[in-house]
T-cell receptor
Framework: DGGITQSPKYLFRKEGQNVTLSCEQNLNHDAMYWYRQDPGQGLRLIYYSQIVNDFQKGDIAEGYSVSREKKESFPLTVTSAQKNPTAFYLC???????????FGPGTRLTVL | SQQGEEDPQALSIQEGENATMNCSYKTSINNLQWYRQNSGRGLVHLILIRSNEREKHSGRLRVTLDTSKKSSSLLITASRAADTASYFCAKSGANNLFFGTGTRLTVIP
C-alpha cells in the first residue's frame, strides 16, 4: 500500500528531553512537510523539504530540527529549546509544493 | 499573513441540509485546496481549484473561486452525519501551502 506513516501515535516526554518523531512515505514524493496543530487551531508549518539533502524553515522552526537524508524519510526532532512542545504533529508529502498534500495520521506529543 | 480567514468558525446543521464554508486570502495564488480533518486524524485532500478556474465539482462537493474578491467557498450538499469534521482551505504560496484555521462542521442526524 502506498502512503505516509508517522510513529509513534502518542509520545510522552519529560521537560528537558529531546524527542524524534518519525515520518516515512513510499509515494515517491519529492516534497515533505512538518506541521504543528494546537487545539482548535489550523496548521502551522515547522519545516519543509523539496528535495533530498535540502530543507527550509517554516513559520515556527525555533526549537525544532529536521534531516532529509533519504527521499522517503523526514524525521523531526523536538528539542528542549522548544518552550511549549505539547501539540499534535502532522507530516505530509507531495509531488511538488503546488500539488495536493498527503498527510500521515499524526503524532500527539505531551510534555510531562 | 498569507493565511487569510475561514468562516464560519463553527457550523451546525441537520442531516440533509447543505453546508457552505467560506475562505478568504490576501495574496495571489496558484491554486486553492480544501481539506477535511476528522477529530485526531490527519488531513485528507478533497479538491483543488486552479486560479484560472471558477467552479469545480466532486460528488457532493462544489467549490467556487472568485479571484477578484480573493475568496472561495465549499458547498457540501445533502449533508450526512459522516460529514462531521473540520474543513480547511489551503492557499498555494511561493513554495508552500498556507492553511486557514478551519470550519468545524457538525451534522446532526
Amino acid at each position: 500500500d502506498g502512503g505516509i506513516t508517522q510513529s509513534p501515535k502518542y509520545l510522552f516526554r519529560k521537560e528537558g528531553q529531546n524527542v524524534t518523531l518519525s515520518c516515512e512515505q513510499n509515494l515517491n514524493h519529492d516534497a515533505m512537510y512538518w506541521y504543528r496543530q494546537d487545539p482548535g487551531q489550523g496548521l502551522r508549518l515547522i519545516y519543509y523539504s523539496q528535495i533530498v539533502n535540502d530543507f527550509q524553515k517554516g513559520d515556527i522552526a525555533e526549537g525544532y530540527s529536521v534531516s532529509r537524508e533519504k527521499k522517503e524519510s523526514f524525521p523531526l526532532t523536538v528539542t528542549s529549546a522548544q518552550k511549549n512542545p505539547t501539540a499534535f504533529y502532522l507530516c505530509a508529502s507531495s509531488i511538488d509544493y503546488v500539488k495536493e498534500q498527503f498527510f500521515g495520521p499524526g503524532t500527539r506529543l505531551t510534555v510531562l | 499573513s498569507q493565511q487569510g480567514e475561514e468562516d464560519p468558525q463553527a457550523l451546525s446543521i441537520q442531516e440533509g441540509e447543505n453546508a457552505t464554508m467560506n475562505c478568504s486570502y490576501k495574496t495571489s495564488i496558484n491554486n486553492l485546496q480544501w481539506y477535511r480533518q476528522n477529530s485526531g486524524r490527519g488531513l485528507v485532500h478533497l479538491i483543488l481549484i486552479r486560479s484560472n478556474e471558477r467552479e469545480k465539482h466532486s460528488g457532493r462537493l462544489r467549490v467556487t473561486l472568485d479571484t477578484s474578491k480573493k475568496s472561495s467557498s465549499l458547498l457540501i450538499t445533502a449533508s450526512r452525519a459522516a460529514d462531521t469534521a473540520s474543513y480547511f482551505c489551503a492557499k498555494s504560496g511561493a513554495n508552500n501551502l498556507f492553511f486557514g484555521t478551519g470550519t468545524r462542521l457538525t451534522v446532526i442526524p
